[in-house]
């Protein structure tokens, strides 16, 4: 990210380290240290994304730093986090410069924190439903009604409270932020003691608070605007990601079987992912806007991932919790009881699913893509259209007889081929017209010796194939298929595409440079256009399909299946995306997370096209067949995390992974 985001790792890095603390689960919601609050505060560490003279007028992605760094060490941060997470950026971006000047200086400084009052007992997750109203008393307001689930209320010096101010319209219309003074007579606190026995819940009373004119936040009346443009600051951070980190940490300190590698290289796998989902909002956030679609993906995946991690922990290790336990134990027994609350607060997951479903990001489709996409879209022979255009060598330089371009240029017009479901082996040949051979394929077995190979591969599309090269993890061997030592035996994969199983057995061959993870990386890519495919199918067919007197979309059920193939693509083009560099690392993560995403997103699509989708009528079979293959192609899951596990075992390692960007990113 530059010399600026490292410099304020390292600051916080030795913040955390110089401090006496011990690491917590939840240290966000549940670790309240004032102290601790105000050093971060002495440091330029609170509200470092507000302007001068407010704050430190840096980056959203500089304060994802700070924080990822600060819930890596399970930090007890809660005193400050809501305050300096949304209630500053929302006064920032919505309140009166009398406002500001009265609530930021001191919210930076470590002495103004605040709780939150949205939820109520009676409204849920319906959050348009509040009841407490705020009522005209002069030049001022006069608030009744009460809160609930309120964090840290007991301690906080202001709340923020959404009351309804006209009840004459719609319940979205007629609410209003306010800014509400915890000490202010007719306000009473009521402890509430979570699964752990812990206090930082609380029921939050307000009887006839009065509340002064200057301090609404807006436009009286524009509050639900106002408030859910907040909530992308609020579900968009890695405190939706790493409230268990420590109990991950924890569990790389520790031995474990191949099982519990494959376990946790799966756990990294989506934590390298979800980071880089959440930098990608936090940029957005930059260009000022408010990602309320990402952001709810990003916590919606996250919350899942948090849920595997104890999961995970339990499995693995073999221990048992402990209440107000040392070590992992300790660690596991905070994290299972602060689990439940994960799929709750901050929107619970169906909740979330309903935004993904009406605001689910668009796939993110470059200048190669959309043309590819018009070319194939047209094309009545698209293999041989695609040769003829050159594709079959983007990405060797012109000067070599090639068609110029990079390789996420033809990783693109790969994506494209999936989006069209067309078993075209463009990967295949693109890389092995590269390597001066008809066509590639994958030897994950490869050993080469003087020249002489051993080897066993499957290979695309084999009536057209004379020379091969075969792509190992590290080098690369081209033979003739006609060589002595060479048996082949056709087949047909599960999408009906032709296979050749070709074994080579102390074959001569021309070693050369070359990785099998190219041909991974495109195969991602042409999976991932097929489930965008899949989506984009599955999509018009549910909002066409009028069952019950409507269309099926309109059916909660439908709408949460949908969005939960939606959040599914994201995962894959975020791990996709990310590959496009070649670090092993990443490589190995998107090799890990396509099985499960092909996996539900043709389980879902299937069940929402109902018996029409289970026959060659419909066009759905070809998505969901090529989808099976490409994974069946890309090799196990579980043979991909123990690869990434090896190569991120310790913590330091995973923690560099997760949190170094990919090249151009």
């Known amino acids: 990210m530059g010399d600026e985001t490292d ?51 840096r980056s959203n992605l500089a304060r994802l730093v700070v924080t990822e760094e600060l819930l890596r060490a399970g930090a007890p941060v809660a005193a400050h986090w809501i305050a300096d997470r949304q209630i500053g950026p929302a006064i920032l971006r919505n309140g009166s410069e009398e406002l500001r000047a009265a609530i930021l200086p001191g919210i930076a400084g470590g002495e103004v924190t605040f709780c939150l009052g949205m939820s109520e007992t009676e409204s849920g997750s319906d959050l348009a439903s509040v009841r407490t109203k705020a009522v005209r008393d002069g030049a001022g307001w006069r608030i009744t009604g009460s809160k609930i689930w309120t964090t840290y209320a007991h301690r906080a010096t202001h709340a923020y409270v959404l009351a309804r101010t006209d009840d004459s319209g719609g319940k979205h219309d007629g609410l209003t932020e306010f800014v509400v003074d915890m000490a202010a007579q007719g306000v009473t606190v009521r402890p509430i003691l979570d699964l752990s026995g812990e206090h930082h819940f609380n029921e939050v009373v307000l009887d006839d608070v009065a509340v002064a004119a200057d301090r609404v936040i807006g436009e009286v009346g524009t509050g639900w605007r106002q408030v859910t443009e907040q909530l992308s600051f609020e579900r968009g ?33 989506r934590l390298m992912v979800l980071r880089e989902l959440a930098c990608r909002v936090a940029e957005s956030m930059d260009a000022g806007r408010a990602p309320a679609g990402e952001a709810a993906v990003l916590k919606y995946l996250g919350t899942t991932f948090e849920r595997e991690v104890v999961d995970v922990v339990r499995a693995a290790s073999e221990v048992v919790p402990v209440l107000d336990g040392d070590g992992l134990a300790g660690l596991l027994a905070q994290a299972q009881l602060a689990a439940p609350g994960f799929s709750i607060r901050g929107g619970t997951d169906e909740m979330l699913l309903t935004i993904v479903s009406r605001q689910a990001p668009a796939p993110d489709v470059d200048d190669v893509g959309r043309m590819a996409d018009d070319v194939l879209a047209s094309a009545p022979d698209p293999w041989a259209t695609a040769v003829e255009l050159g594709w079959t060598t983007v990405g060797v330089d012109e000067e070599h007889g090639g068609s110029g371009g990079t390789f996420a240029d033809l990783a693109a017009l790969v994506r494209a081929t999936g989006r069209h479901a067309l078993p075209l082996p463009l990967a295949e040949v693109a890389l092995g017209q590269a390597g001066a051979a008809d066509i590639a394929a994958v030897a994950d077995d490869l050993v080469v010796e003087d020249g002489r190979i051993t080897a066993t591969a499957d290979v695309a599309w084999p009536e057209s194939s004379g020379s091969l090269l075969l792509l190992g993890h590290g080098t690369a061997a081209r033979v003739d298929l006609s060589a002595d030592g060479v048996t082949t035996r056709p087949w047909r994969d599960i999408a009906g595409r032709p296979r050749l199983r070709v074994e080579c057995a102390d074959v001569a061959a021309a070693v050369v440079p070359g990785s099998a993870d190219r041909l991974t990386v495109l195969l991602v890519h042409a999976a991932l256009g097929a489930v965008e495919g899949v989506c984009r199918l599955t999509r018009e067919y549910v909002t066409t399909r009028v069952q019950f007197d409507r269309p099926l979309v309109r059916m909660q059920a439908v709408a949460h299946r949908l969005a939960e193939m939606e959040c599914a693509r994201v995962l894959l083009e975020v791990a996709a995306s990310a590959a496009l560099g070649l670090e092993p690392a990443r490589v190995a993560a998107a090799a890990v997370l396509l099985d499960p995403v092909v996996t539900s997103v043709a389980r879902l699509a299937h069940q929402l096209h109902g018996a029409m989708g289970i026959t060659h009528e419909h066009s759905l079979h070809r998505y969901t067949t090529l989808l099976w293959a ?30 170094t960007r990919p090249d151009g990113m």
């Open 630 to 659: 490409l994974r069946d192609e890309t090799g196990p899951a579980r043979t991909w995390a123990v690869r990434l596990y090896d190569l991120t075992s310790t913590e330091e390692a995973l923690w560099t992974a997760v949190t």
């Open 237 to 269: 951070g890695m405190e939706r990601v790493l409230s268990t980190y420590p109990l991950l940490a924890a569990l790389t300190r520790r031995p474990l079987d191949g099982s519990g590698h494959a376990a946790v290289g799966t756990l990294a796998a």
């Open 7 to 57: 410099e304020l790792r390292r600051e916080v890095r030795e913040l955390v380290t110089d401090r006496d603390f011990a690491p917590r689960c939840d240290g966000w919601m549940r670790g309240h240290d004032p102290g601790f609050t105000r050093e971060l505060a002495r440091r330029g560490l609170i509200g470092i994304t507000w302007p001068a003279p407010y704050g430190g007028g």
